[in-house]
């Protein structure tokens, strides 16, 4: 059933599929008819055990009944307004107290709108006009972002971006911090752009003193940093990693699980940069879509399960279980991993940053990858995304899951 279909969206979406990585799992990608708590279910009445999860969004698992709930609640009362809602305060409410750095916010509809929003108010803000992004780091497909990314752009030529914006993007790697201070000492920047845990190159992990430094060399140079916090916002843990880092960003953008996984985004921080936002002030940002109640009441019904039932010791459980199998496949590798997201690359000692990353031996992940699959677990398809936990992968799931990593692994060695 899925090749069929496959075949049918080959003729009428570029590629085959709305969003790139959905084509790199081979021979044709899987398609999904329903999905509950860490569980796919193919076309074809296969069960899948999910560590995809929507590209990080589904931190609760599939359909969780709790936020189901509220969705179709709000079905009842209309889905979109064009005027505000309480369900939106009660969002921002969440989110201001879970994230101290929060002072305000706008809720736009992906992380490529959040990133896109927060570059533009640091330019405001600053009056200047480069940012500073880590090569690798993925920030959504606007133009500003599409510099050196990574996840599925990784090996995209920046095809139909004007030089023009190339030339306002300065480039340093991740963990290196000497390159940072050099750029803001030599170049006006307005904003340093930063995934305080790379999850788009695999997992990459800061060196403890790197954004710290990235704290105060910011602050010297007056530049606004901002952490992009669309993987890490609730995942890492209530207040995101930089309550983990114990850091506070003036900017931070947030997207996937704040929005329960229906589509969201968000920029939030310091009172006096937010405020420089459309209509308080002339840094513009609109959206037909903004803050829709769905949306607003899919995030809120996750965030009030998370703030209440504090959940994180069962997804991170999982993962630390679900590496110590991956970790005894005896080729060369390592596994960079925090709380609930890890990845593992091959034939290489350390990852700190993503050039090492590109030198991991991606064939033999991609057969990791196919092997689990034929035997019932989804891993991300590509050496450039993150495996994912969630509050539904519980013992059953785990021990299943490491029964067949063991027969799988069988494969590669
Ligand atoms: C760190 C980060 N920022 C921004 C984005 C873009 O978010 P969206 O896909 O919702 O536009 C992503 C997407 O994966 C991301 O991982």
């Known amino acids: 059933m899925s090749e069929i279909l496959w075949n049918e969206a080959l003729r009428v979406f570029p590629g085959g599929v709305n969003s790139p990585v959905r084509a790199s799992v081979k021979p044709y990608p899987f398609y999904v008819s329903r999905a509950e708590g860490a569980y796919l279910y193919t076309e074809e009445g296969r069960r899948l055990i999910d560590y995809v999860l929507g590209y990080g969004p589904l931190f609760l698992g599939h359909a969780n009944s709790f936020v189901k709930e509220r969705v179709i609640q709000q079905l009842e009362k209309g889905w979109l307004y064009g005027t505000p809602s309480r369900a939106e305060l009660e969002l921002a409410n969440h989110i201001i107290r879970s994230i101290t750095s929060i002072e305000m916010i706008r ?3 992906s992380g490529t709108e959040a990133t896109m929003t927060a570059i533009r108010l640091a330019r405001g803000f600053t009056k200047r006009e480069k940012i500073l992004k880590f090569i690798g780091c993925y920030h ?22 004007p030089s023009s914006v190339i030339d306002t993007v300065a480039l340093c790697h991740f963990n290196d911090i000497e390159c940072v201070e050099r750029t803001l000492k030599k170049e006006d920047i307005a904003g340093v752009i930063v995934e305080p845990v790379m999850g788009n190159m695999g997992v990459i992990l800061p060196d403890p003193e790197f954004l710290k430094s990235l704290r105060e060399f910011t602050l010297t140079y007056n530049s ?23 850091l506070r960003a003036d900017l931070t953008t947030l997207g996937k699980i704040i929005g329960g996984g229906l589509p969201i985004g968000a920029v939030g921080g310091k009172r006096e940069i937010m405020e420089m936002l459309s209509p308080a002030g002339n840094v513009f940002n609109a959206g037909t879509f903004n803050a829709n109640p769905l949306s607003m009441v899919a995030g809120s019904a996750s965030l009030e399960f998370l703030e209440r039932e504090k959940p994180y010791s069962i997804a991170d459980k999982a993962a630390k279980e679900v590496y110590e199998e991956l970790d005894r496949i005896t080729v060369k590798h390592v596994i960079n991993r925090i709380n609930s997201m890890m990845q593992i690359f091959f034939g290489i000692d350390s990852v700190r940053n993503a050039d090492d990353a590109r030198k991991a031996n991606k064939g033999v992940y991609m057969k990791l990858q196919v092997e689990l699959l034929k035997r019932g677990i989804f891993l991300p398809p590509s050496q450039f995304e993150t495996i994912f936990t969630s509050v539904a992968h519980d013992d059953t799931v785990i021990n299943e899951s490491i029964d067949v990593i063991r027969i799988a692994k069988r494969e590669l060695e």
Not at 140 to 148: M, P, Q, R, V, W
């Open 224 to 246: 606004v940093l901002i952490f992009d916090e669309v993987i890490t916002g609730f995942r890492l843990g209530l207040g995101g990693a930089q309550d983990v880092y114990k």
């Open 140 to 161: 959504g497909a606007h133009d500003y972002a599409l510099i050196s990314p990574g996840s599925a752009a990784v090996d995209v030529k920046t095809s139909g971006i």
């Open 107 to 109: 809720f736009v509809n």
